[in-house]
Antibody, heavy 120, light 107 residues
Framework: QVQLVQSGGEVKKPGASVKVSCKAS????????ISWVRQAPGQGLEWMGW????????DYAQELQGRVTMTTDTTTTTASMELRSLRSDDTAVYYC?????????????WGRGTLVTVSS | DIQMTQSPSSLSASVGDRVTITCRAS??????LNWYQHKPGTAPKLLIY???SLRSGVPSRFTGSASGTDFTLTLSSLQPEDFATYYC?????????FGQGTKVEMK
């Protein structure tokens, strides 16, 4: 079954770090990029960045540069996103999404989301 | 960065209505424009890619079109399962920004 299964919700204190995982199955992991998208409460979707499981190349949203790291493990077909120095406005549902490698890039498979709550 | 301006931010409609949502890019993005449907507590769902290509399995009442930097998502006859929030997204260049979303509510 083609799917992305994300890790469970997290509660963190301001200043801490969080790592969310996304296990892919049912397709060739290295043939598709993985993006991370978040949605804060009452807000829209925000693209956070992208990683190629094939090359390890990454591209992060400028506002998250220095705080976010995206990685993949091809042996376990798992993508991970670590966000450091958490603030209250990082409270959001975090999604991983598979990027179609065709000529027109789009996200055709999504995880169900991981709620990260940042609160003192 | 390319900004995506979506309108309206919300609309009220009835089952059977024709609904139109627009999205304007701040610069040329060719046809690198996708539409997603998002319901609370679920993962977003791809509806249309490359401005007008309907994803396999998506009902044909959803159509997308493009004119320059203006893009339109049309639902020809709103169904009960279509009440959701819709987002456009440009995939021309990173950051792959989304529009602000359009919430389609029941009148």
């Amino acid at each position: 079954q083609v799917q992305l299964v994300q890790s469970g919700g997290e509660v963190k204190k301001p200043g801490a770090s969080v790592k969310v995982s996304c296990k892919a199955s049912g397709y060739t992991f290295t043939s598709y990029g993985i993006s991370w998208v978040r949605q804060a409460p009452g807000q829209g979707l925000e693209w956070m960045g992208w990683i190629s499981p094939y090359s390890g190349n990454t591209d992060y949203a400028q506002e998250l540069q220095g705080r976010v790291t995206m990685t993949t493990d091809t042996t376990t077909t798992t993508a991970s996103m670590e966000l450091r120095s958490l603030r209250s406005d990082d409270t959001a549902v975090y999604y991983c999404a598979r990027g179609n490698p065709g000529p027109y890039w789009y996200f055709d498979l999504w995880g169900r989301g991981t709620l990260v709550t940042v609160s003192s | 960065d390319i900004q995506m301006t979506q309108s309206p931010s919300s609309l009220s409609a009835s089952v059977g209505d024709r609904v139109t949502i627009t999205c304007r890019a701040s610069q040329n993005i060719n046809i690198y424009l996708n539409w997603y449907q998002h319901k609370p507590g679920t993962a977003p769902k791809l509806l249309i890619y490359a401005a007008s290509s309907l994803r396999s399995g998506v009902p044909s009442r959803f159509t997308g079109s493009a004119s320059g930097t203006d893009f339109t998502l049309t639902l020809s006859s709103l169904q009960p399962e279509d009440f959701a929030t819709y987002y456009c997204q440009q995939s021309y260049t990173t950051p792959y920004n989304f529009g602000q979303g359009t919430k389609v509510e029941m009148k």
